[in-house]
């Protein structure tokens, strides 16, 4: 090719920068190591068939793990089902695509820090982590709790506390925590130690990835006892598909509307997240 010198006698070429090194005068294992640069930096190149074929749809990615590895794979923790453990692990199945997608792309940039999760979302590119989470939308959410089963909701949980400065958790998730779109997850059918580990979460401030720390605020002056009743009462009740956006965004604004000016108004201070 003109402009490209070839190699002179007795040297190695290494990749196409045609770096010429006097093999003569090197060691014999360093001779080998140079002969193996060239394989070892084409593993860096852009993605092979293998790569693509991993992470065609959001399926593939959830059980193969696409390109974090099988051992990454999202259904060795939350299940070929996506409904979870049942224990620690969260449901995802049924849960609304916008929201999913958020928590992965907080995953990956460090804003919603976790030592599993973080290492998997940044693992997989931004059309990957829109793929899977699209794909746990679509799954059907469980089926197997009732109404029945689950009792009445705690009663801070419906109304919150104003004299405390408690919002209402009904009024963003819904009275049966059924959601109200992506800005406001269903949290119904989702394990006990998983709700009672995010309530702690907001408590503590390791988990911060609230709009202008909605969430932060509504938690910090719940009892234990009170985050447990929550909790409890979620676990058995029903999933059920996330309403329509614009419908829920109206049932929102309307319950948001007629709380307390107290509850309305708490808010973090020292929320940095530009909301």
Partial sequence: MAGRRAAAPGTSTISRCCLRVRASRLPAGLKVLLLAIPL????????????????????????????????????????????????????????DAGYLQKQMEDYASGIRPDDAMSRIARRLDAG??????????????????????????????LTG???????????????????????NPQIAAQPWAYTMEQIERWQTGDRRNDPRGVMAAAVQRL?????????????RTPAAPAPDSAAASASVAVSAAARPAASRETRRPDRSDGA
């Fill in 40 to 95: 070892v930096a084409a593993c860096d190149g852009p993605p092979g068939e293998t790569d693509r074929a991993f992470t065609a749809d959001g399926k593939i990615i959830a059980m193969s793990g696409g390109a974090g590895g099988a051992g990454n794979a999202c259904f060795t923790c939350h299940g070929l089902d996506g409904q979870g453990d049942g224990v620690a692990v969260p449901r995802l199945a049924g849960l």
């Fill in 128 to 157: 990957d982590r829109r793929s899977v989470s699209a794909y746990y939308a679509a799954l059907p959410a469980p089926a197997s709790a009732t109404a029945s089963t689950a009792g009445p909701a705690p009663a801070i949980y």
């Fill in 161 to 183: 506390d104003p004299s405390r400065g408690i919002m209402a958790c009904a009024a963003c998730h819904g009275a049966m925590g059924q959601g109200g779109g992506g800005g």
């Fill in 223 to 235: 009892t234990d006892a009170e985050s447990r009743a929550i909790a409890t009462w979620l676990s």
